[in-house]
């Protein structure tokens, strides 16, 4: 093996790559969010931390703040995402754990299957879902044949019968279909890597087959959880084209929505760069969690 | 608006003018863009508050061009065009000498998805050998954002009465050569020959024409016309899910304000603006409206069975978008003929355009009246300002359906016309924090 400082070396422009991109992008956000505007209201970044001006940073607070001007959007956003990651994890889980551990000679194929969504991108498969599950598509024709619709209407998840009519289940469904391959993905990798001796063992020790897969296998692959769910929360936050393609009403807008409307609209642009901002503290949240998982994994694997 | 209150500057910047390099902006941009691109709107911030007008307004028709007439002025300082009001924008650039066009590559347009014939725009590229090839956007004010950041690159830009004083402001388009456009003279209404946005013209000829109305599925919907006609959206609680609110804070909360009885819609008072949005929460709150900007393609469907549309969709649906077993009798439309929004979309050249020439010629060819006739009912559905496209005649000839007249501008009605216009950077705030409040939802 190559003494250590190679590989320093050899990974040093990816770092830098890296480090520069996420760095000046991420800087160039707290400049106009932290920054200042013309007589005109266009944003001028203030690039010395000393003139930072916070005006709006506490406006873009006190509008997602409780009782704020988009307090319910924020509400509404926690909720969607909440229910897509339990969805996520149910759908999930289970093949992740079929490929990695009982699929023998499929599980090749499995996989395969899983990256090949990646072939179109997102976006063009949700343009394709907006045509069949428009009122004349048709998925919406068979769902409704099906009578998913009325069930839904009937549990309160859904009103009418117009599956693209600013439906939360519509948006929420999406986002799962979405981002389940970025979860099954890291899992499967968890899983497949899981010491088949320790199953054995916990089975030659007396325990059925239940109770090892909640006392051994679902802690042992705790941190492939933990990585898939940070791994599509992140994204799901900043999502606004899901929302804007599957339903587009003001019922169902996210806070990566209502930021797009600021940034892309008139002359606000700094509270979405100040907006943009506090999301990304919220995020640093979910990360730190992350970290703080795949450490614990690290000490207890040494 | 809960919050209307904006963060002072700060004592040390009462007003910035030289402390951004233009590299600086675009280093900025570059890093933005990867940063998945929800920023990319912020660049291009450099100053505009020196008034461009105050410059080189020399020479125009009336008092127009001088920012300080009174009156509103736009980000640049330029006039607010009103119909009553009009404007000569002032000369930024020199016109491009005639010349050959530049043939071989691509022209770049820059325009709405759909509003173009495909076969128009095949038979242009054939006939001067260049390949035009149209990027979209799907509402002004992201184009105004994405052109403003210098990143996009296009020869020809799409554009409306309200966007085209700051896209001068900001340096984003050239003057014409109109003698490079004879078609304008020859072709297009006596009305629109010096238009109130464009004294001169100067920057831009028309494209297609539009009100603004209900348009509605008359074998779906029982409604009555008679009604005053912005209460149909309002009224429609028995659609809930189904009714369209255009994707447009202009058009969206216009409509509560002629609901409201309110004539100037350019209106730039708090109380009336913030008296629209509670109407326009209300509606979503009974109604639950799409908020979209494609009748044209819902209606005739009936994804949406009655909404707020341009009559341009309506004539769109009834030639390109109708399902077999929907008869075009199943469509209809309404707009308020007194005060009620009529407007054109028009075509201007970018200042950066890399085939100037060419791009007044794609211009020119637009204007003619076969095109414009071809472009219009084999594919757009927007009507063009052309003398020989005759509103009787579409008629008379089947080609537009009877029941569909009223969707057709005439020169009287435009010469009579409302319309959204350009605000003030203030009134712009006002209308945009309202619109963002109404998505909260």
Known sequence: MAPRWVWRLLSAPGLLFLAVFFLVAFYAVVAVGLGNVTTQFQPVPHWNPLDWNVGYLREALSNLAPGGQMWPVVVR???????????????????????????????????????LPFWISYIMRLLAWTNLLASDGYASEALNALGVDRLFNTLGLMEGDDWLGGQPVTVIIALVYGYVPFFILPLYASLNRLDQRLIETSRDLGASAAETFRRVILPLSRPGIYAGMVLIALPMFGDYFTQDLMSGSPNTNMVGNIINGYVQGGPDKSLGAAMTMLLSAFLLIFMAFYLRSLRREQREAE | MNDTSVPSPSEKHPEEHSGVSRRSLLTGAGALALGGGALAGLVGCEDTTTPVAAAGAGGGAGIMGDPTAGGPVDPAGIPLARVDYPVTLPLIGDPVKPGEPERG???????YADYLNPAVLNA??????????????????????????????????????????????????????????????????DVLQSPYYDVGPRYTVPYVLFTTGIGWRNDLVSYDPAEPIWDALWDAERYRGKVQLLNDPREAIGAALMRAGITNLNTENPAQIEAAIRDLIKLNDDVRVKVAINGYETLPTGRIVLGEVWSGDVLSAAISYLPKDVPATALSYVYQEQGGPIANDMIGIAAAAQKPVMAHRFLNYLLDADV??????????????????????????????????????TPEAFASANAFLGLTVTGQRLWDRGWQQFRAG
């Open chain 1, 77 to 115: 956003t926690v909720l969607y995402i909440a229910v897509a990651m339990a969805l996520t994890l149910l759908i999930g889980y289970p093949v992740a754990y079929y490929a990695a551990r009982c699929a023998g000679r499929w599980s090749g194929l499995i996989l395969a299957l899983l990256v």
């Open chain 2, 105 to 111: 590559g691509v022209l770049r347009v820059y325009n």
């Open chain 2, 124 to 189: 242009f590229g054939e006939e001067n050998g260049v390949k035009v090839e149209v990027s979209t956007f799907e509402t002004l004010d992201e184009a105004f954002s994405k052109l403003s950041t210098g990143g996009l690159e296009f020869d020809v830009i799409f554009t409306t009465t309200d966007q085209i004083s700051r896209l001068v402001g900001r340096k984003l388009l050239q003057p014409l050569n109109y003698d490079l456009i004879p078609n304008l003279r020859k072709n297009v209404w």
């Open chain 2, 372 to 409: 414009a006739l071809e472009n219009f009912v084999d594919f757009v559905g927007y009507q063009p300002p052309i003398r020989g496209i005759d509103p009787a005649s579409l008629i008379k000839d089947e080609v537009i359906p009877p029941n569909l007249a009223n969707a057709l501008v």
